[in-house]
């Protein structure tokens, strides 16, 4: 059975820092882009940040220089870094995974809350 696992959201001032984590278990096949996506009340589920097998990154604008998306193989568990936190990045966040053959796999969620 697939598990994507997330943790770490929370609540935290403007200007804060914030790391929230995936770890995913059960997927048999190579895992290729592993990525974060958010969804705030009443909008769209945008990417935030995604990150290859062999570690080529890519960020959405309103992220880049203050998020840092990063992986580990070994552990199958990919992370958020997220700096300089603003109002507008609050929203639940999403893990996704894209393994071969198509498969493609969604965590449960975490919430982020930026107060001003």
């Known amino acids: 059975q697939v598990q994507l696992v997330e943790s770490g959201g929370g609540l935290v001032q403007a200007g804060g820092s914030l790391r929230v984590s995936c770890a995913v278990s059960g997927i048999i096949f190579s895992i290729n882009v592993m990525g974060w996506y958010r969804q705030a009340p009443g909008k769209q589920r945008e990417l935030v940040a995604g990150i290859t097998s062999g570690g080529r990154t890519s960020y959405a604008d309103s992220v880049k220089g203050r998020f840092t998306i990063s992986r580990d193989n070994a552990k199958n568990t990919v992370y958020l870094q997220m700096n300089s936190l603003k109002p507008e990045d609050t929203a639940v966040y999403y893990c996704?995974?894209?393994?071969?053959?198509?498969?493609?796999?969604w965590g449960q969620g975490t919430q982020v809350t930026v107060s001003s």
């Open positions: 996704k995974v894209a393994a071969a053959f198509g498969y493609e796999y």
